[in-house]
């Protein structure tokens, strides 16, 4: 997991627990879930996080929990705001791909050396894990004093969130000395080329512009003009990304940090010029002539509602009401009691308020996680649970391990692949389509029809959002994963033999979940002789091994030669394939020798 470093004396700061000894704080921040990880050479404590909480991606978050932890602050804590000096403008030429902006004014921040350290480790560690690595939301901050408004008829000063040309505007990027474009950026700054991929394919690029000219180039990097340094007092916050949620998010972790150095938080007004692109978050918008206009940051707070029954059942102690609303203001939380505060559990419950920094709180267990940590789970005292088995391996783990034993046995070596596939890898390069369907299986009495959809050819169950095209579908079947390894040891020595007793899975309207989810038997034989008497050998000892008869029909299958593949029919029902891989699979995955291989369900051999 991630690491975030944090000056311990800064920490003591914060808090106002200067007595605090540094194993004091250790123990501590343990009991927030930070673990200690070591001290870099500045010693400042590496404390590994949970991406779950990234308000504490920061010195002043976690000086925050503390504080809560100490006593020495309780319930929701909300900064006021000053009302809109500036606006953002979205024009219509901004990439579709990146339609969202979101903002804020910071006044009278006191930035030393220690801060402004904090405030950058703070940006890029959001920039690392919520922001995507900047393809969802990215950071800028700016010296506000460096900034002119351009002058509007009426209402605030205002910079513009625009699309540009990349052969555009000129100006001059951090860390540089000279003015470039930002297709010049892209091509020989160091910043420019790190993150070229995320906007290189855009027509035009994402700029922001102030009265003097282009200023900000997001996702990629600021301009050298607006640079904050720990003279800054006034600072300008603009986030840009494509889902107005997560940059809003974010904005409001890092109003929090600015807030607890003493800074004021003063609002921004977002304008966009069509309604399209701000309908996906109306929360705290109001329609405007020609448009929708939002003020940020967003500091509205959402609740969440417990049982009493609920949180003594998973902490698995007795509280009264009292105590579940202390731990929930000790917390950082809220909680009002709803319902009859003398009755039994089962009637009681809370509505608990969540801040506007917390982006992790999505279900009541979250609520109760709090709970249970500011009660503290070490003081849990662990008792018998009230049921009478015992713990042992489930029956189909034996049945895998009987049978990973058998392989290893008959030579196969190992494997454990991601259940994720690419639908590209799964079908295509397997010559496989979805839904496929087989030939006759010839003379057999016990095999299915001809209008079967051929093994590993069903519905795939996919990802509507994947993080990357690599891993867009669980597969449907496992070989897929056996050659996509073979292609990766081509520098290596044949012969290679492979196994895997894995996961696969494909939509079936008849289960309540509405996909069917196996595991499977799979093996492939790479070596310059391998033929279908060599797979068929080993899984007949297989099959033999576990007391079951094996029988092999000719069957057609798009990802083995014609006439050299069967299908794998154990005690008279069908349940994979068995044959010699096709050329155009191999020279798919650059293969120069043969593959033989089989698969099949695991259940069979039950």
Not at 42 to 61: I, M, T
């Amino acid at each position: 997991m991630p690491t975030v470093e944090i000056d311990p004396d800064e920490l003591r700061e914060l808090t106002g627990h200067e007595d605090k000894s540094d194993d004091d704080l250790k123990t501590d921040l343990f009991g927030l879930g930070l673990e200690y990880e070591g001290e870099t050479e500045d010693g400042e404590f590496e404390l590994e996080f949970a991406p779950d909480r990234l308000d504490r991606l920061s010195v002043e978050g976690v000086a925050r929990s503390l504080r809560y932890q100490y006593g020495d602050a309780r319930g929701v804590s909300v900064p006021s705001t000053n009302s809109p000096d500036w606006t953002i403008a979205v024009d219509s030429s901004v990439p579709d791909e990146r339609p969202y902006v979101t903002g804020a004014v910071i006044r009278g921040v006191d930035l030393d050396d220690d801060a402004l350290d904090s405030l950058i480790q703070l940006q890029e560690k959001l920039h690392a894990t919520m922001g995507r690595k900047r393809a969802k939301g990215a950071i800028g901050i700016h010296d506000l004093t460096m900034l002119r408004g351009a002058p509007a008829t009426e209402g605030n000063p205002t910079i513009e969130y625009v699309g540009v040309e990349p052969d555009g505007d000129r100006f001059v990027p951090l860390d540089a000395d000279r003015e470039m474009t930002p297709a010049d950026v892209l091509e020989d700054h160091q910043t420019g080329k790190t993150y070229a991929d995320l906007v290189s394919a855009y027509d035009r690029y994402p700029a922001i512009y102030d009265d003097i000219g282009l200023f900000s180039f997001p996702p990629v990097i600021n301009g050298r003009r607006t640079e904050v340094s720990t003279d800054s007092r006034d600072l300008f916050v603009e986030m840009t990304g494509t889902d107005q949620w997560t940059i809003d998010r974010m904005l409001n972790i890092v109003c929090y940090a600015l807030a607890a150095r003493g800074a004021t938080i003063e609002e921004v007004t977002i304008e966009y010029g069509d309604d399209e692109s701000a309908n996906a978050d109306s929360n705290g918008s109001r329609r405007v002539a020609g448009g929708r206009e939002l003020v940020r940051p967003d500091f509205s707070t959402k609740t969440k509602t417990v049982t009493h029954d609920r949180i003594e059942t998973i902490l698995g102690i007795e509280l009264s009401s009292e105590e579940v609303i202390d731990l929930a203001e000790r917390s950082g939380l809220e909680a009002t009691l709803v319902g009859d505060g003398d009755g039994a559990a089962e009637d009681r419950a809370y509505e608990v308020t969540i801040p506007p920094y917390r982006v992790d709180v999505l279900h009541p267990l979250d609520v109760i996680d709090d709970l249970g940590r500011a009660y503290g789970f070490n003081d849990l005292e662990p008792r018998y649970p009230d049921v009478g088995t015992i713990g042992g391996r489930h029956e189909r783990s034996r049945l895998e391990n009987a049978v990973r034993t058998r392989l290893v046995g008959l030579g196969f070596q190992d494997l454990l692949n991601f259940h994720m596939i690419s639908e590209a890898e799964n079908f295509e390069r397997m010559n496989l389509e979805r839904g496929g369907s087989g030939a006759g299986k010839a003379d057999s009495d016990d095999t299915t029809g001809s209008a079967e959809t051929v093994y590993g050819a069903g519905e795939p169950a996919t990802i509507k959002g994947p993080y990357s095209e690599d891993y867009t579908m669980l597969r449907t079947w496992v070989t897929p994963s056996l050659l996509m390894v073979l292609e990766n040891n081509t520098h290596r020595r044949y012969p290679q033999d492979l196994a895997e007793i894995g996961f696969h899975a494909e939509v079936d309207d008849g289960e309540n979940t509405g996909v069917s989810e196996g595991r499977a038997v799979a093996a492939v034989l790479a070596r310059h002789d391998a033929a279908f008497e060599d797979a068929k050998a080993r899984l007949q000892a297989l099959v033999k091994s576990f007391g079951g008869d094996l029988e092999t029909p000719p069957t057609d299958h798009p990802a083995y030669i014609d006439g050299r593949t069967a299908a794998v029919v154990i005690d008279g029902v069908e349940v994979g394939v068995i044959g010699e891989v096709h050329p155009k699979v191999l020279v798919e995955h650059d293969l120069e020798v043969p593959v033989a291989g089989f698969e099949f369900d695991l259940e069979a051999l039950r």
